[in-house]
């Protein structure tokens, strides 16, 4: 299940590359290093700005990690999120672990992605209506690129209005929790017939309840985020730019943001590793469609692949390491008093609990 989604990417980018392999090579070859250069220097600062961003939403609601924890926390859970094609909840289970090591509750990790995906899909759909909207100015064609780009930029606005209703209305927040809070436990009913205690769900309710009231208490502080953010993805933006730079093609910004737009949406096929292939077959059409040779597109794309997706997911293996290695330790003595803690027994003897 897990190397299945993988194999498949691998075979889709096979067909992609195979039949057009020569001049592919040859645009490769043509590569300016210092554009390359620049090109992975952008994808990192993304990753970058992607722990600032959890670092400081986490900061509004109270808890506080180091930057360099939050930049490392990033890194791994959206390395695995490429890899495990789950809709997003590897990763989110990954992130929720790490951060719990860290004392934080799940419930407040959970906030804290809600929070960030709201600023995400917004920003980003942002980014896609501007794109297209100046494109069309541009070239006054409403062709079906720009009325599919429309269309899934519409998508991705109902997505954030879904979290935003979260976010800001208790029942509507609370009718969905206990929807999800029964799917997942006929889930692990069916796997190992056991149950999420109800208690345990009351808990975790409350506590995500306390950490959106922190979040509206600070709300003049969320703006930081939504600039961390922009930023993040400007970066995304400038890796592919600089990688169209690298192999000589000098590409405007709304052709740019368009075929990165229908990269983005591929991005999110939950069963392909990171959208492997269907971005980059996408973003090649998109591009082929406004005048940029195939070639040159497909190559952009797995600049941009290898420096965005690969290259961090590596370094995120020796990243959970360390952070693995860095957890704070247990006080196995206080634990140790607690469990031999004395307890007076009816009969009238001590015992240890």
């Excluded at 300016?32 to 220097?41: G, H, K």
């Excluded at 970058?48 to 609601?61: A, C, D, P, R, V």
């Excluded at 896609?128 to 909207?133: E, K």
């Excluded at 040159?296 to 590596?314: D, E, H, N, W």
Aim: charged fraction near 15%.
């Amino acid at each position: 299940m897990i190397f299945a989604p993988i194999a498949l990417s691998a075979f889709i980018l096979f067909f992609l590359i195979y039949p057009k392999y020569d001049k592919i090579v040859s645009v490769l070859r043509t590569a300016r290093f210092d554009y390359l250069f620049y090109s992975l220097f952008f994808a990192n600062l993304s990753y970058f700005l992607m722990g600032l961003s959890l670092w400081e939403t986490l900061k509004i609601m109270r808890y506080k990690i180091s930057v360099s924890s939050a930049w490392a926390i990033s890194l791994v859970s959206t390395s695995v999120n490429y890899f495990l094609s789950t809709g997003g909840v590897s990763g989110f289970a990954v992130r929720a672990h790490l951060l719990a090591k860290r004392k934080v509750p799940y419930s407040i990790c959970i906030t804290s992605s809600v929070v960030l995906t709201v600023f995400i899909y917004l920003v980003l759909d942002l980014i896609i209506l501007q794109g297209f909207i100046h494109q069309f100015l541009k070239t006054r064609d409403l062709t079906n690129q720009l009325v599919e780009g429309f269309i899934g930029a519409i998508i991705l606005l109902g997505v954030s209005m879904f979290f935003v209703s979260m976010l800001y209305h208790h029942h509507f927040r609370s009718t969905w929790a206990k929807r999800i809070y029964h799917m997942v436990n006929h889930v692990v009913y069916f796997f190992s017939k056991k149950e999420i205690p109800r208690e345990d769900f009351n808990l975790f309710e409350s506590q995500l309840n306390e950490g959106i009231t922190r979040l509206h208490e600070k709300k003049y502080e969320l703006p930081k985020v939504v600039g961390y953010v922009t930023l993040d993805w400007i970066a995304n933006i400038l890796a592919l730019y600089f990688a169209f730079k690298a192999i000589g093609v000098n590409i405007s910004f709304s052709k740019l943001i368009v075929g990165f737009s229908f990269g983005m949406i591929m991005t999110v096929i939950p069963i392909l590793p990171g959208g492997l292939g269907a971005m980059e077959a996408a973003m090649a059409a998109a591009y082929a469609g406004m005048g940029i040779p195939w070639e040159s597109g497909i190559v952009a794309a797995l600049i941009f692949r290898v420096f965005y997706y690969i290259i961090p997911a590596l370094t995120s293996m020796f990243v959970y390491l360390g952070l693995k290695m860095s957890e704070p330790g247990y006080h196995y003595e206080n634990l140790e008093k607690k469990l031999l803690k004395k307890s007076h027994h009816p009969g009238g003897t001590d015992y240890d609990i």
